[in-house]
């Protein structure tokens, strides 16, 4: 099992749902066309490590990509949950970073299979300590950044984000009940970029401070 902190307790961590162009510039930079509503995917909590831990580039792949997400933090659990009581569900944010195997999800697009692969490997998904949504009054408003080596490779703002976290909610708990320890990755920015043995990356989010990992075979 995949434990989180918070507030001193362990929290049990769900599936993690991820979001697909939900910024503009990115589905451009990937030359993905922009959907009407949320789309998402799923990785495995096995995907998780903490600050201070390592991403391991698996030998199937020879081009690993960073993605830098506010993550949202699920507290209630929901189904069919309406957008005006969505945010009810939240229980904190933090900054996930969605490692991803650019090659082998490139190729899987090609063919019509899923991502599960390009997205799944242990150590693909490096989170922050969660922070309770009082702490951050405006989640739209929050720079969000990602730095390999101490230079900059992703920079905007949530402000940026094309849906509303209450409409991510709702969209995907049409499909599938949330529960307490569910993770939503929101997607991603522009300036996703290779990262390779020996690299430091460092995330950041206004309010939700740093997140450091390395890299390693
Ligand atoms: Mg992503």
């Given at each position: 099992m995949t434990y989180l902190n918070f507030n001193g307790a362990e929290l049990e961590v769900g599936k993690i749902v991820c979001l697909l162009r939900s910024y503009a510039a990115h589905a451009e930079e990937m030359g993905s066309v922009l959907l009407d509503e949320p789309d998402f995917f799923l990785k495995p909590p096995t995907t998780i490590i903490r600050d201070g831990q390592d991403i391991i580039i698996p030998k199937e792949s020879n081009m690993v990509h960073h993605e830098v997400e506010l993550a949202v933090i699920i507290g209630k659990e929901g189904h069919f949950i309406p957008k005006e009581h969505a945010m009810k569900h939240v229980l904190g944010y933090s900054i996930l970073i969605d490692v991803t195997a650019r090659d082998i999800q490139a190729q899987a697009k090609k063919d019509g299979r899923p991502w599960t692969v390009s997205k799944g490997f242990d150590t693909f998904a490096p989170m922050s300590s969660i922070v309770p949504k009082?702490?951050?009054?405006?989640?739209?408003g929050l720079d969000i950044w990602l730095k390999v080596n101490g230079e900059y490779r992703q920079k905007s703002n949530t402000?940026?984000?094309?849906?509303k976290i209450s409409e991510i909610i709702t969209s995907i708990s049409k499909v599938m009940t949330l529960e307490p320890g569910d993770i939503i990755a929101t997607g991603t920015p522009e300036g996703v970029s290779q990262i390779v043995p020996g690299d430091t990356v460092e995330a950041g989010i206004d309010g939700l401070g740093t997140l450091n990992v390395g890299v390693q075979e």
């Open positions: 009082s702490k951050i009054n405006d989640p739209y402000s940026l984000l094309l849906f």
